[in-house]
């Protein structure tokens, strides 16, 4: 496989880089032995996330969607990079855009949810709606049910929340009050 990347094959690429993320395969310059697995672990060796994220660059940078989830992941998570919410959601952004990738998508409403990568870490759910609701509609086998669940779940609770707060307007008779939560 080692080959198949350097000969600029995206997918061996994209493997190799699975591969040293999860301590599949030994590095070249690693002369000790397998690691002892825990039992139901295909891990043998240490983990080289600085090989990973080069291969997954690599692999990103020839348009390989996978790759550039994968790449976003590492670095909102700090794996093997400095962890930064708003270069993973640069890069999430793009995979979802320029290759409709629902992983992505995802990624994308999550963040938006929790405001990681956001201005000044603020929420954003009418993004993460409309993120979940993309993903939802890629019918994408491996995550777009879970995306539909997820926005039913946020605009459950902002219809939930806007009625809350429409009663209180009502009983403490305030007027003038914008209570547009991005309704649903």
């Known amino acids: 496989m080692g080959l198949a990347a350097e000969g600029g094959v995206v997918e061996a690429m994209h493997h190799l880089g699975i591969m040293y993320e999860y301590g599949l395969i030994q590095n070249s310059d690693d002369t000790s ?3 002892s697995a825990s039992p139901g672990s295909p891990r043998q060796y240490k983990q080289n996330n ?3 994220l080069k291969m997954y660059r ?4 020839l348009h390989h969607a996978d790759s550039g989830y994968n790449l ?20 999430f ?3 979802a855009v320029e290759f409709n990738h629902a992983p992505s998508m995802r990624y994308l409403g999550i963040f938006s949810v929790h405001g990681h990568g956001m201005a000044n870490g603020v929420a954003d759910y009418k993004a993460a709606v409309t993120w979940f609701d993309k993903c939802e509609r890629t019918e994408d086998p491996t995550v777009s049910g879970l995306c539909g669940r997820e926005k ?3 605009v459950s609770k902002i219809n939930l929340a806007e009625k809350e707060i ?14 547009d939560i991005t309704p649903y």
Not at 58 to 61: N, R
Not at 72 to 91: F, H, K, P, T, V
Not at 166 to 179: A, F, R, S, W, Y
């Open 33 to 35: 032995p397998p690691l």
């Open 58 to 61: 690599e692999a990103f940078s």
């Open 166 to 179: 429409k009663e209180k307007v009502k009983l403490h008779k305030m007027e003038n009050i914008d209570i």
């Open 72 to 91: 976003a992941l590492m670095i909102a998570y700090g794996r093997g990079a400095a962890q930064d919410g708003s270069l993973a959601m640069e890069i």
């Open 152 to 154: 039913a779940e946020i």
């Open 93 to 95: 952004r793009k995979c």
């Open 50 to 52: 600085a090989q990973a």
